[in-house]
């Protein structure tokens, strides 16, 4: 039977001294034997638990459960049990961090596309994602609506161009201003601005927000809280009485 010193061990196990030691202290290793100088000697059974406890923690597992599966009658239950654990902890982790990295890129994209915004806006974390998400749905449906409309009109080009017959491309227009009517009292009664300045959320008057300036993301508005006029950034929002 081959004995290992706590050099030897921690070499083939390719941790350090200190490791196995830390190990050894807490009970998860005994050593086979002691030399005859008191130097602590560790048998094949031990280099194989050692190599068990490293594997083990890879997976993530602590040292009191590695311990604990060590130590039961029927370790393949308990480190089943224990792996079933840990792999919702890891989903539960990861779910957090992937909150934490929509949080940052909603945070910079609106800073990017906005210019600043304010330390309150910023610190509601939980709602600017939301309302990013509603905005996108909102787009969404603003698209599909514009198609229909954009649909409606070439089929009635094309039936013209074809056939010659001309009144259902001038049927189609009552039809098409009423959905270009809706989309935008949607669009209006679904969206607010952040200032840059105050960090107010409002709503302009409907002719100020569909003849300013824009982006995809901001609209060049005059704040209706602290006066000043900047590039505002969009977001969703209808709970807000509309100003004008």
Partial sequence: M???????????CGVTVRTVQFYDARGLLHPADLSEGGRRLYSESDLR??????????LGLSLDAIQGVLASEKPERVLLLLLEEQERRIADEQGTLERQKHAVDTVRETIRTGHMISIESIADMDRMMEEKKKLNRLHIGMLALGMMMSGLQWAGII?????????????????????????????????????????ARFRPALKEMFWANHTPKTRLLTCTKCKNRGWCVETYGKAEPIES
């Fill in 159 to 199: 039936i013209w161009i074809v056939k010659g017959i001309w009144w259902p491309f001038v049927a189609c227009w009552p039809f098409v201003i009423t959905i270009g009517i809706l989309m935008s009292r949607m669009y209006y009664k679904n969206t607010l601005y952040i200032c840059p300045d105050c960090g």
């Fill in 49 to 58: 638990k050692m190599r068990m406890i490293c594997a083990l923690k890879t």
């Fill in 2 to 12: 081959s004995d290992y010193s706590t050099g030897e061990l921690a070499r083939l």
